[in-house]
């Protein structure tokens, strides 16, 4: 038991310490700890992914190396954290948004009330899922957990994990997930199903922990506790997170660069931290999922867009630079993999140029699509009633409110996830499998991919119940001066 | 009065709304965690599954390519289905031993709903049979002649 919770603690404790070595804080437990510890744990597998994929690939196959590795890193972490406290170094401030006193009375004990209903309700949940299957779902015992019984079992032959002859095991997948089993296996000298299961669960409720502590850094605590009440009562969501499919990682992923990027535009030029980590969040989404890599040109497009239309070509240098910094040693890591590793993609080496060509002039395969696209939309989640028109109403109800220096990260968020969907919707626009069955296979888990990223964006665009009540009070009266659009 | 009376309504009305359709739906689980009998636990259909396979892989080796044959189930969409998942459980238990589906192998594995399997089933792709595990797991070898 021990060596398990070691296995998952040093990733953790090594992501905290990244996190905390970029967004320097001299108080352990601040206010925003919530937010980095969900950051650390995403960044910690992801990191510990990474390193032992490095491990595997130089040879050292000895678990004293894998262990040695990591100890190494986190006492090099730890050791910097430790100097720069004792010499004083200024934190990075991210500053706190809203200045509406918090909600109060029954709204508020409401608020916690459901969220923390949800929370025992979905964790029960959750265990109760992981026990009745073990294994995983269809996807997870096929796909990602028997690639990380390849590749602990094989030894120096790991690479038949991504053998061709197992083709209908999608060899292409990015290792990202199947690395971390195997390396925590290798951590604790044995195969368990409860790895895999601890890790679906750290990345399905540092999801719920990232959404709901960057909106209350970012907006106001009851917008946080709202976000957060809205994925946690998404039964879809902890469903795919319990079966241990990778959708979720993915998710979190795409939610941690968003967040990052949105911190980011809150700093001067000065600080460009939060644009190296969401480069590096980028770069795990494209090492966990292939659709990850579309979330990459996505959000390149979206800050190029936004930088250099919206602050001028020298902000927009200097910013990628530190994006590119984070993206690129995990991109080489993937395009190693690609080149060296991986077989091709069964979706692009069935597609032929004139096929793809034709399905892209055939007007019905558009509309299958939208059609598709619609019915899942409103029927996604497998919530009670369609959520999607509660969420209308909710903005019908309290409004939109975006604050002028808010309007680059919420403008890289719409056309981000916007150019992800539209990506999504051609690739089926495409497929050389039949259409309705490509749908029906994986249509849900594509949105769900966008889900938690969804809800990080309409709860920053909705405006405050705070606001909304304090308005009433006429505070709103008093001219801002950063220039509020309502 | 009127318009904050309005506001805190509208407000609370959006809060109340969001927060009980979100607690309805996390409430559907409830029906999962009150039916899950906690004797099931390690006893679930995969884990059952995999064990047929326990016995075989003492004697097999730790890596090669093997072939795969079995009894087809009922012919229906699901009964294809129930094949694939079968095949795909039979790689996912032996790796990492790469299991591919034909009998056009040295070695085979046969993994068969039946133990008592009519010998025209495998003869037909030439193989001998080397050793049954709980009746059901083959262990076969393509006859060269």
Not at chain 1, 148 to 168: E, N, Q, T, V
Not at chain 2, 9 to 16: H, K, M, P, Q, T
Not at chain 2, 123 to 132: T, Y
Request: charged share 15%; proline share 5%.
């Amino acid at each position: 038991m021990i060596p398990f919770v070691f296995s998952l603690l040093i990733p953790i404790t090594i992501g905290l310490s990244w996190v905390y070595l970029f967004w320097s804080d001299h108080r352990l437990l601040s206010f925003d700890f919530l937010l980095k510890a969900s950051l650390g744990v995403g960044f910690g597998l992801g990191i510990s992914s990474s390193l032992y994929f490095l491990e595997l690939f130089l040879g050292w196959s000895s678990r004293s190396k894998t262990i040695g590795v990591e100890t190494v890193l986190l006492l090099v972490l730890v050791g910097i954290l430790c100097y720069r406290s004792c010499m004083g170094r200024s934190d990075v401030q991210v500053p706190k948004q809203g200045s509406e006193p918090s909600l109060r009375g029954a709204f508020r004990r409401l608020l916690f009330l459901v969220l923390f209903l949800e929370l025992i309700v979905d964790g029960v949940a959750f265990l109760v899922m992981i026990l009745k299957y073990p294994h995983g779902g269809w996807d997870a015992w096929s796909i990602w957990n028997m690639r990380a019984r390849f590749i602990y079992r094989a030894g120096i032959y790991w690479r038949d994990a991504f053998s061709p002859l197992i083709g209908w095991s999608h060899p292409d997948y990015p290792p990202l997930v199947p690395t971390i089993i195997a390396r925590c296996w290798r951590y604790i000298a044995h195969e368990t199903v409860a790895v895999p299961m601890a890790v679906a669960m750290l990345f399905t409720f540092a999801t719920v922990g990232l959404i709901c502590s960057s909106l209350s850094k970012l907006r106001s605590s009851s917008q946080g506790l709202l976000a957060g009440i809205v994925l946690l009562g998404t039964p879809f969501f902890v469903k795919l997170g319990a079966v241990q499919y990778a959708d979720v990682p993915l998710a979190f992923f795409v939610l941690a660069t968003i967040v990052l990027l949105c911190l980011q535009d809150q700093l001067s030029e000065s600080h460009q931290s939060f644009n190296y980590m969401a480069g590096m969040a980028a770069g795990f989404s494209v090492c966990t999922k292939n659709e990850g890599l579309i979330f990459v040109l996505a959000i390149l497009i979206a800050r190029t867009i936004v930088l250099i239309f919206g602050k001028g070509w020298k902000p927009f240098l200097s910013q990628m630079l530190f994006f590119l910094g984070g993206l690129i040693p995990l991109a080489l890591l993937l395009i190693y993999f690609k080149i060296q590793l991986a077989p091709p993609n069964d979706l692009l080496s069935s597609l032929k140029a004139r096929s793809a060509a034709t399905s892209l002039l055939e007007a019905s395969e558009y509309v299958q699509t939208i059609k598709a696209f619609a019915v899942r939309m409103i029927n996604f989640g497998e919530w009670v009633i369609p959520f999607l028109p509660i969420l209308v109403l909710y903005l019908i109800g309290l409004g939109v409110h975006v604050e002028g220096r808010e309007k680059p990260s919420i403008v890289t968020v719409v056309i981000a996830l916007g150019l992800t969907g539209a990506g999504y919707f051609f690739a089926y626009i495409i497929t050389p499998y039949n259409l309705k069955w490509h749908q029906f296979q994986s249509l849900n888990r594509l949105l769900l991919q966008l889900w938690p990223s969804f809800v990080f964006l309409f709860f920053l665009v909705a405006r405050c119940p705070e606001k909304a009540l304090n308005a009433k009070e006429g505070l709103e009266k008093t001219p801002d001066p950063r220039g509020i659009v309502h | 009065m009127s318009t904050k009376f309005a506001v805190s309504v509208r407000v609370g009305a959006g809060i109340l709304m969001v927060s009980l359709m979100s607690f309805l739906s996390t409430a559907k689980w409830l029906k999962e965690i009150v039916y899950f009998d906690p004797r099931a636990v390690g006893t679930n259909k995969i884990t059952r599954y995999l064990m047929r396979f326990d016995s075989l892989k003492r004697v097999l080796p730790d890596r090669g390519v093997m072939g795969y044959i079995s009894d087809a189930s009922v012919p229906s969409d699901s009964g294809k289905v129930q094949d694939i998942r079968r095949y795909y459980l039979t790689q996912y238990a032996l790796s990492p031993l790469i299991i591919l589906d034909t009998p056009y192998c040295k070695q085979v594995i046969g993994n068969f709903h039946e133990t008592e399997i009519d010998s025209q089933t495998y003869r037909q792709w030439n193989v001998e049979v080397l050793a049954k595990f709980d009746g059901v797991v083959w262990l076969l070898n393509k006859n060269v002649k």
